[in-house]
């Protein structure tokens, strides 16, 4: 059983990291279900094991935390969906690459919903998406911009951080790091797509896509 949490305003970065380290303990001892949680945070940048730091391009214009996830700099804030999954990844087949497919494909599964194609490109992490309406690479293919970001982290097969979907932030916020060390590609959301999503919409969307 999956218990869904849905956080109105903006949560605390450090409040969350300390729910979801005692959630994923007690779901280690069987004594709490697994949980998903949908939040926004307030404008900060994150760190995962993997970040450098010449990709932190303006360290005074948010706070920066140490997340201890996998990847590297992400930007949460206002608008941008963040969904935490702390889910038993063991009974899940003990397949990591396969349980982060799995939420690429829940991501791709909610943007369809809306009629967005979301695409995984190999050597980008990541949900990505088509944009005709900008200028051509220059390798004449079309440009693609990232709206959805994945981050996970493992204690014991049992997961926590997560992912992330912009519905309707302050793009310019991305502007302070490279996101996740890729530097030639935008970011995007679903309101820049043009599409008049709401962050309620939006989470319907995921409880009806979700897979347990």
């Given at each position: 059983m999956v218990e869904w949490i849905i956080s109105d305003g903006l949560t605390d970065y450090e409040t969350a990291l300390a729910f979801m380290e005692a959630r994923v303990d007690a779901i280690v001892k069987g004594d709490a279900d697994e949980c998903i949680w949908l939040l926004?945070?307030?404008?900060?940048?994150?760190?995962?094991?993997?970040?450098?730091?010449?990709?932190?391009?303006?360290?005074d214009r948010f706070p920066v935390f140490e997340a201890r996830r996998g990847g590297e700099y992400t930007y949460h804030g206002p608008g941008q969906r963040v969904v935490y999954v702390m889910l038993d990844v063991g009974k899940r087949g003990h397949d990591v690459r396969a349980f982060v497919k799995q939420m690429e494909r829940w991501i791709i599964a909610t943007l369809e919903t809306f009629n967005v194609t979301g695409l995984i490109r190999d050597g980008r992490v990541g949900v990505w998406v088509e944009r005709p309406d900008k200028p051509l690479q220059?390798?004449?293919?079309?440009?693609?911009d990232k709206i959805a970001a994945i981050g996970i982290r493992l204690r014991k097969w049992v997961s926590f951080h997560g992912l992330s979907i912009n519905v309707d932030p302050d793009l310019s916020h991305f502007d302070g790091i490279v996101p996740c060390g890729?530097?030639?590609?935008?970011?995007?959301?679903?309101?820049?797509?043009?599409?008049?999503v709401t962050m309620q919409d939006l989470d319907v969307a995921l409880r009806r896509c979700f897979v347990p």
């Open positions: 926004e945070h307030p404008p900060l940048y994150t760190a995962g094991t993997s970040a450098k730091a010449k990709d932190l391009i303006d360290p220059p390798s004449g293919a079309l440009t693609e890729i530097s030639n590609h935008g970011v995007t959301s679903l309101v820049d797509l043009g599409l008049p």
